[in-house]
Nanobody, 114 residues
């Protein structure tokens, strides 16, 4: 399974970006889908995740980031609004198989800077 992430780039503080992740098989074949990020010198952390019965967000990101699935395009999306310099990181798409094996995308760089 491959996860192709796109949509990263350079944006000014307060701006928005939309990330997309396109798995090589149906988004509904996974038990969970999510986005993680890793800033320089820091550990990878959860941004948001869609599970069978709930959607989970990092507490610090609630209200600014929105995760969603597009069944028509077979993509996982992350809408990021009111971006801050501390959101600068490489963002990774994650998909969890039904035996809890994790797939990771190649990462897409998001840089928030004036």
């Amino acid at each position: 399974v491959q996860l192709q992430a796109s949509g990263g780039g350079l944006v000014q503080p307060g701006g928005s970006l939309r990330l997309s992740c396109a798995p090589s098989r149906s988004i509904f074949s996974f038990v969970a889908l999510g986005w993680y990020r890793q800033a320089p010198g820091k550990q990878r952390e959860l941004v948001a995740r869609i599970e069978p019965s709930k959607t989970v967000y990092a507490d610090s990101l609630k209200g600014r980031f929105t995760i969603s699935r597009d069944s028509a395009k077979n993509t996982l999306n992350l809408q990021m609004d009111n971006l801050k310099p501390e959101d600068t990181a490489v963002y990774y798409c994650n998909a969890v198989r039904n035996d809890f094996y994790n797939y990771w995308g190649q990462g897409t760089q998001v840089t928030v800077s004036s």
